[in-house]
């Protein structure tokens, strides 16, 4: 976690004083269009320009893609930067001081404790491989490991003892931050606690900020077991949250638009040796939906590099769910059978490695290798089983139009009609869609979040967004209820704490507390060029939006009115009430 004390005054700052067209410029030529800015869209290749940025309100929209927000979503997305990383990367360009978080008891002081103990235990095991007749420093290099390499990634080597680690660290540290730290292991009986990691070699896990806080040991003796042991979790460890590698990938990554996986440490070793330095590894357990996102973060490509066995293609079709759920352009390296990076790479060398992952083919490609859906011999059934566990993996495909393409070079490599596959494809996602959007379920807030606002709440936003001298008319007006839209309602709600007077909004005050989402939800319609409000163009609108909510309310009432017929009660104040929105629709109709 970062200690940045990144709060909503910092942030209301940092907006003010960063200058959106200025930061945008540096990725794509801006030329001035009215009130706008115009330019080709940074996220996407397009020959007309469809990207708007208004410096006044501190939004950009590209009306192509759909990528909208601030200035912090533009630097996060264009950079893929976590959001801590940003924000600091804009303050220090625009000389906003972000302060540090002030530490408030003995939690904060124990997780600083907790940093500096695994530190200074990698130190420790760090010195202790460097000694001459290492054990661990001679399985290195038997393997091959060049000095260098294990200097840069801090490798180190626990003792053959059970409190070499102990008795170093005993004069710092108690006993019971050591066994917290995942340092120590307590006695099953008795009191005391002994060296977790023993005559093992030791691969450093840090995390984001590439602070030691674990460590993932290979047993260096035949017998010892586990073959590969892992800090266990701990308050600065999570092992579903971090990548084995992934602080010294990150650069690589970004630079070369890709993320290569792997599943060990000496496959992680094995790659970067063979020049592949923007390679991860998931330390030997299935790859986790929060690694899969902070890794798309980086980049738009993954490549899984996975082991040639059964069980490494079985891993393999996990890992591609995942990356395709997030959008990755997701392509599998092909590895002999029941081979590994690291044994490739000692039998046929670097070079051999670094063109199995440029080959690499794409998912779908290597799926069908992978199933064999078409293998000579099947029965129908056996055929249809094999054909299943593909389209399993590009159910996790979000988006419709690809998810479809995918299947028309499925349906080209197993000789199916296309009209077969898609309609069970269909008939899949209408079951997904009704277990998961009853009442109450997040599936039925994921369906009204994706959809698009009634026309009329969508008008109403432009017109307050204009910062016309009609928002007080608005706003006085205007009742929560006529509106649908829970997006509609949230944006409303932050215009209505600043914006009864008639000055222009202000969106880096107003919209501080709206989400990300929210926020490029917001950009797409403030920054719409449609033409300035009217007084008649707000009369109409409210009379809009106030008749579309009564229409509603006649139809229930209606509804009641029908059931009370058949219970002989409560039928006349029904009627009434009934009566009483009918005549106020007239109303409303006479008037227009």
Same mark, same amino acid.
């Given at each position: 976690?970062?200690?940045?004390?990144?709060?909503?005054?910092?942030?209301?700052?940092?907006?003010?004083?960063?200058?959106?067209?200025?930061?945008?410029?540096?990725?794509?030529?801006?030329?001035?269009?009215?009130?706008?800015?115009?330019?080709?869209?940074?996220?996407?290749?397009?020959?007309?320009?469809?990207?708007?940025?208004?410096?006044?309100?501190?939004?950009?929209?590209?009306?192509?893609?759909?990528?909208?927000?601030?200035?912090?979503?533009?630097?996060?997305?264009?950079?893929?930067?976590?959001?801590?990383?940003?924000?600091?990367?804009?303050?220090?360009?625009?000389?906003?001081?972000?302060?540090?978080?002030?530490?408030?008891?003995?939690?904060?002081?124990?997780?600083?404790?907790?940093?500096?103990?695994?530190?200074?235990?990698?130190?420790?095991?760090?010195?202790?491989? &460097?000694?001459?007749?290492?054990?661990?420093?001679?399985?290195?290099?038997?393997?091959?490991?060049?000095?260098?390499?294990?200097?840069?990634?801090?490798?180190?080597?626990?003792?053959?003892?059970?409190?070499?680690?102990?008795?170093?660290?005993?004069?710092?540290?108690?006993?019971?931050?050591?066994?917290?730290?995942?340092?120590?292991?307590?006695?099953?009986?008795?009191?005391?606690?002994?060296?977790?990691?023993?005559?093992? %070699?030791?691969?450093?896990?840090?995390?984001?900020?590439?602070?030691?806080?674990?460590?993932?040991?290979?047993?260096?003796?035949?017998?010892?077991?586990?073959?590969?042991?892992?800090?266990?979790?701990?308050?600065?460890?999570?092992?579903?949250?971090?990548?084995?590698?992934?602080?010294?990938?990150?650069?690589?990554?970004?630079?070369?638009?890709?993320?290569?996986?792997?599943?060990?440490?000496?496959?992680?070793?094995?790659?970067?040796?063979?020049?592949?330095?923007?390679?991860?590894?998931?330390?030997?357990?299935?790859?986790?939906?929060?690694?899969?996102?902070?890794?798309?973060?980086?980049?738009?490509?993954?490549?899984?590099?996975?082991?040639?066995?059964?069980?490494?293609?079985?891993?393999?079709?996990?890992?591609?769910?995942?990356?395709?759920?997030?959008?990755?352009?997701?392509?599998?390296?092909?590895?002999?059978?029941?081979?590994?990076?690291?044994?490739?790479?000692?039998?046929?060398?670097?070079?051999?490695?670094?063109?199995?992952?440029?080959?690499?083919?794409?998912?779908?490609?290597?799926?069908?290798?992978?199933?064999?859906?078409?293998?000579?011999?099947?029965?129908?059934?056996?055929?249809?089983?094999?054909?299943?566990?593909?389209?399993?993996?590009?159910?996790?495909?979000?988006?419709?139009?690809?998810?479809?393409?995918?299947?028309?070079?499925?349906?080209?490599?197993?000789?199916?009609?296309?009209?077969?596959?898609?309609?069970?494809?269909?008939?899949?996602?209408?079951?997904?869609?009704?277990?998961?959007?009853?009442?109450?379920?997040?599936?039925?807030?994921?369906?009204?979040?994706? &959809?698009?606002?009634?026309?009329?709440?969508?008008?109403?936003?432009?017109?307050?967004?204009?910062?016309?001298?009609?928002? &007080?008319?608005?706003?006085?007006?205007?009742?929560?209820?006529?509106?649908?839209?829970?997006?509609?309602?949230?944006?409303?709600?932050?215009?209505?704490?600043?914006?009864?007077?008639?000055?222009?909004?202000?969106?880096?005050?107003?919209?501080?507390?709206?989400?990300?989402?929210?926020?490029?939800?917001?950009?797409?319609?403030?920054?719409?060029? &449609?033409?300035?409000?009217?007084?008649?163009?707000?009369?109409?609108?409210?009379?809009?939006?106030?008749?579309?909510?009564?229409?509603?309310?006649?139809?229930?009432?209606?509804?009641?009115?029908?059931?009370?017929?058949?219970?002989?009660?409560?039928?006349?104040?029904? %009627?009434?009430?009934?009566?009483?929105?009918?005549?106020?629709?007239?109303?409303?109709?006479?008037?227009?």
């Amino acid at each position: 976690m970062s200690d940045l004390d990144i709060n909503d005054h910092v942030l209301a700052e940092l907006r003010s004083a960063a200058d959106i067209v200025e930061v945008i410029s540096d990725h794509t030529t801006l030329k001035k269009a009215g009130r706008s800015w115009k330019g080709l869209c940074p996220f996407h290749n397009e020959r007309t320009p469809s990207f708007t940025v208004d410096r006044d309100k501190g939004l950009y929209h590209c009306f192509g893609c759909g990528a909208g927000g601030d200035v912090i979503r533009f630097v996060r997305e264009i950079d893929r930067l976590d959001f801590p990383e940003a924000v600091e990367a804009l303050a220090g360009r625009f000389g906003v001081t972000i302060p540090r978080r002030v530490r408030h008891g003995p939690r904060d002081d124990r997780r600083d404790r907790l940093y500096q103990a695994v530190a200074d235990a990698q130190r420790f095991y760090a010195e202790r491989l &460097s000694r001459p007749g290492n054990a661990a420093a001679r399985y290195l290099e038997e393997r091959g490991v060049p000095m260098e390499m294990v200097r840069s990634l801090g490798l180190g080597h626990a003792p053959d003892a059970w409190d070499s680690l102990s008795k170093a660290l005993a004069p710092v540290y108690p006993e019971d931050l050591l066994i917290e730290a995942g340092l120590l292991q307590q006695r099953s009986e008795g009191k005391g606690a002994y060296d977790r990691f023993r005559d093992r %070699l030791l691969f450093v896990l840090r995390d984001d900020r590439g602070r030691p806080v674990g460590f993932g040991g290979r047993a260096l003796s035949p017998a010892g077991e586990p073959k590969y042991l892992n800090s266990p979790e701990s308050p600065i460890f999570s092992k579903k949250r971090l990548l084995y590698g992934l602080f010294e990938a990150r650069d690589a990554i970004r630079r070369r638009d890709r993320v290569v996986l792997v599943e060990g440490y000496f496959d992680h070793l094995a790659l970067v040796r063979a020049g592949v330095v923007e390679t991860v590894a998931s330390m030997g357990t299935a790859l986790t939906p929060e690694q899969s996102e902070k890794l798309r973060r980086l980049a738009p490509k993954a490549v899984v590099c996975y082991d040639g066995d059964a069980a490494g293609r079985h891993a393999t079709l996990g890992a591609l769910q995942l990356l395709l759920a997030q959008g990755f352009e997701a392509r599998v390296a092909r590895l002999p059978e029941g081979e590994d990076p690291d044994d490739l790479l000692r039998r046929e060398g670097p070079e051999a490695v670094a063109h199995r992952i440029e080959e690499a083919p794409d998912f779908l490609t290597w799926a069908v290798e992978d199933v064999r859906p078409t293998e000579e011999g099947l029965t129908s059934a056996e055929k249809r089983e094999r054909i299943a566990r593909i389209q399993q993996i590009l159910a996790a495909i979000p988006d419709r139009v690809l998810r479809y393409e995918e299947y028309r070079k499925l349906s080209r490599s197993v000789a199916v009609p296309l009209e077969v596959l898609w309609e069970g494809e269909r008939a899949n996602r209408r079951l997904e869609n009704t277990r998961s959007s009853s009442v109450g379920t997040p599936g039925k807030v994921a369906v009204l979040s994706v &959809s698009e606002p009634p026309a009329v709440e969508r008008r109403l936003l432009r017109f307050l967004t204009a910062g016309s001298e009609h928002n &007080s008319l608005i706003l006085g007006a205007l009742q929560d209820d006529f509106l649908t839209d829970p997006r509609v309602r949230r944006v409303v709600a932050a215009l209505r704490r600043t914006g009864k007077g008639p000055e222009p909004v202000d969106f880096r005050g107003q919209i501080a507390d709206l989400t990300d989402d929210e926020r490029t939800f917001l950009s797409g319609i403030a920054l719409d060029e &449609s033409p300035e409000p009217t007084e008649k163009g707000v009369d109409q609108l409210l009379k809009a939006l106030e008749t579309n909510y009564l229409k509603t309310e006649s139809s229930a009432l209606q509804q009641a009115i029908q059931r009370a017929e058949g219970e002989k009660s409560g039928i006349d104040e029904l %009627l009434r009430k009934k009566e009483q929105v009918d005549r106020r629709i007239a109303q409303l109709n006479r008037k227009g």
